[in-house]
């Protein structure tokens, strides 16, 4: 029996007194689990350090109110829920709490004071205005950061945005003596847009009577499928074009539109696509200008080397009154007047004095086109000179040919806006035969476009002063080439007059928000000038009389704008949404995290509470919820361990 009672001493003894200390030790933590739940304690928060308590702190609120902030939710744009988030925020602030608010766009400070002063500051949020214009978040950010005198040992910047860029800077860098805390709160990602991203007109050549080639490019930024959207084209709010198409996610088309202007004058265009959650890109406007009258000065030494190019002056203008020509006749030009002149034609120009070039040099400078004829008078001093000023071809030397010799020519490059869409039927047999050109020495800013087969250039385009003129190394007379007799002297010499005649700068567009600079001439220096916006409101402008432009500083709104003078329509240009503003482009959160650089700056998404997730990463994280659980698993696993064994107490009864 002694021996029976130390076997259960030695084995079973010891395996109850193991299980019930086990079930001691559950039990114990189930209660402590159980009291620690209903006292309420909190995890320490990633941020907190001295938030806890009455103590004085600076929270700084930045609103993002660029355009991208536009895109529309369910909850409104996404502008609304940034002013939403302000009560949220503002009801975690605790202590003596200095609340400055800010808007981005232009940058402004809306509010300075205490954060109990919650009404006024609600207000001045609900008067932040949607703009059109580019994100400037973290030039702003970095800005108000370092110019913060902070002194309290709190200091929290709350940033709501959409985030479309990181910074370019580390945060933990702007002041190295501060501590601030960030908190980026994320906007959700649109869902449903179709947008213009470019529209570019193809044709450089633009007369009524000609097709004008339009290319738009036009994608689904969304993440569904759309069908059958129309893609419309509006020319003075008349529509001449459309096309239907589908597009799926991520993806862009291409179209080309040929339309007909039908008129002369300043054209405004228009692509057009059905409104989705972001309108700011469903439209893209542009500007065309078709010349209706070009002023032409012509310069020679002689009536009789003029006749030629008059004729084919003449057939250009016909009865359309689309040139007016000024001719000037010497053989030693000592000033040029070229300020109402929209191109100057120097046919075998005689000795030209440096007050001539000068003044050609300024002509050039300010938009002005230029056709030259060079001819044989190579034997002035110095005939390289003026060229070279004029960043023009050098002039060499003239060869000529002796008989019935002749050089043959062909085109460069047929894809050139000079020869696209030519009406002539066999250009090979339109192309001049040469006797006699000059040879020039180019540079990088000189393209030839038609060449002798031996290799010299015939015809020279030069860029020069932002500009393009037209060079050709043999003159309009019978005794160099027979250019005048072939077809293909008129629609050569109209498309380069067109070509030089139209002012593409002043109808260049620009990004909303930025400086445009608009041209004058000296006839219309002392004009009335008005500018009309897209929204249809009369701005006066006041013109720069010493370099005769226009600086346009009032472009915040997306569309066309006019510019009048004494109340006639001057020019026309658009303003553009900035690529970077489309809502597609969204930094990830956590990529956004990294380039912060810094451990106390938090992600919020929009799927998070905000006010919950403030809370827990500025005071703590309430862990209840945790200690409930234990302790119901504590007691569950007690509740199984002792739990009695019915099959050994069967045993026991038999």
Known sequence: ???????????????????????????TIAILCLILMFSRPLMTGTLTSKLVGNVESRAVIVVDNSASMAVH????????????????????????????????????????????????????????????????????????????????????????????????????????????????????????????????????????????????????????????????????????????????????????????????????????????????????????????????????????????LDLALSAITGETELLVIDRYLSNDVERLFLSDIDILLLHNPANLRNSAIEDLQRFLMRGGGLIWFVGNDLNQTDPVAWPSLLKLPELIQTRRLEGESFFSTSIVDDNHSLFTDLNINNMNEELPQVFGYNEVRLQMNHTPLIKLNNGHPLLVESKAFGNSGFVFTSPLNLHWNDLPVKGLLVPLLHRMLILLGTKEFNIQPVLVGQDKIIDIKGQNINAEWVLKTPNENDIKLIPDYTNEKLLITQTSE?????????????????????????????????????????????????????????????????????????ALSCLVIESILGRPNTERLKTKEQ
């Open 73 to 308: 939710t369910d909850d409104g744009t996404l502008l609304d829920r940034a002013k939403s988030s302000l009560p949220v925020i503002l009801n975690g602030l605790e202590g003596r709490t200095t609340v400055e608010l800010y808007q981005t766009n232009p940058p402004r400070k809306l509010f300075s004071g205490s954060h109990e002063e919650s009404r006024s500051i609600i207000t001045r949020a609900k008067g932040i205005v949607q703009t059109n214009m580019t994100d400037n978040l973290w030039t702003v950010i970095d800005s108000v950061l370092q110019t913060i005198k902070a002194s309290e040992p709190n200091q929290e910047c709350f940033i709501i945005s959409d985030f479309q860029s990181a910074p370019s800077f580390k945060i933990d860098s702007l002041n190295p003596n501060s501590d601030w805390k960030f908190y980026c709160i994320l906007q959700p990602k649109i869902e449903n847009n179709i947008s213009i991203s470019e529209v570019s007109v193809l044709s450089q050549i633009k007369l009524p009577d000609h097709l004008v080639k339009l290319n738009t490019r036009v994608g689904n930024s969304g993440v569904t499928d759309k069908r059958n959207i129309p893609v419309e084209l509006y020319l003075n709010d008349e529509r001449v074009g459309q096309v239907v198409s589908q597009f799926q996610p991520s993806k862009f088309k291409d179209f080309l539109f040929q339309v007909y202007p039908g008129k002369t004058g300043i054209i405004n265009g228009k692509i057009v696509i059905p409104d989705d959650d972001f309108s700011m890109d469903n439209f893209r406007n542009f500007v065309l200008v078709i010349p209706n009258q070009i002023a032409v000065k012509v310069i020679g030494q002689s009536m009789e080397e003029l006749f030629l």
């Open 558 to 630: 997306l569309g066309s704008y006019h510019v009048f003078a004494d109340g006639h329509l001057f020019s026309s240009f658009s303003t553009e949404l900035s690529p970077y503003e489309l809502p597609s482009i969204r930094i990830e959160g956590e990529t956004l995290a990294e380039s912060l650089g810094i451990e106390q700056a938090r992600i919020i998404e929009h799927t998070q509470h905000l006010g919950s997730e403030l809370k827990e990463i500025r005071y703590g994280r309430s862990i209840w919820r945790l200690l409930l659980f234990i």
């Open 1 to 27: 029996t002694l021996r029976f009672i130390k076997s259960l001493k030695h084995e079973t003894i010891r395996h109850l007194r193991i299980k019930q200390w086990l079930l001691v030790l559950l039990r």
